[in-house]
């Protein structure tokens, strides 16, 4: 099953350039997903209640190679590209009025078991073993993300209330505010991401303070963040600088 819908980059999923945002782009990722997910009948409310396991993003690995800007059209389009028996790739293409990818997103889910508190098999039950993967567009594969010692703290946060989801654990969105936040917004207007990969390895729930440190080296910016000494989120974000735009 392959999953298609038209878009728009609205007002809100723009950055300060008037382009498709970072966090607009993972946003319509996250919840094109939900929606293939639905149509399958495997979305988050239906695992949970029928189920008790809810679907854990594990990684996303963006790839920007046109920029999407405010009121442009585009078809979005997602698919499942491997299965193994605890993990799922989904594959979510951005394409522009030209018909060229204007973004990749590779997320990698596995599915938790609420009771248990560990990882739960993908059962013939919920998804068919004679399910047919679709071949991915773009043959890339997730970094290891070996970060060194060579990190500096740049920003303490508390979770709030704000920043909890459904899960009842900080929604994976809001950690990508937080590094975004580490920026300014001369940087932000001056270099466009050219890939982005987050690897999701624990949670943090309300009321926790969580420690952003960050690393940079020439256009590769990387960034951990831990709570209580515990490494929760790695990221590599690679910049590239932004050519001027129509909007100038």
Known sequence: MIYEKGEVVS???????????????????????????????????????????????????????????????????????????VRLIVDTVFFN???????????????????????????????SPDYACHKSLMDYSYDKLLFDDSFTLVDEVKIRAGNIDYCIHTNNIEYLRFILNTFNVKMLAEERFKEVEIHYLAQSKENDTIQIYKSKCNDKHDFLIKHVAKDIIKCRIITEHKLRDKFE
Not at 107 to 127: A, G, Q, S
Request: proline share 2%; aromatic share 12%; hydrophobic share 40%.
């Open 97 to 127: 009025d030209n018909k060229d990818i204007a973004l990749y997103s590779k997320v990698e889910l596995c599915l938790f078991d609420l009771e248990n508190h560990k990882l739960k098999r993908i059962t013939p039950d919920i998804i």
């Open 11 to 85: 007002a809100t999923k723009c950055d300060v350039k008037a382009n498709l945002s970072l966090i607009g782009a993972v946003e319509l990722v996250q919840d094109n997903i939900c929606f293939y997910f639905g149509n399958m009948k495997i979305d988050q409310i239906i695992m949970k209640n029928h189920h008790n396991a809810i679907w854990m993003y594990t990684k996303n690995k963006l790839k920007f190679y046109h920029d999407l800007t405010w009121n442009d059209k585009f078809l979005l389009r997602c698919f499942i590209s491997q299965i193994t028996p």
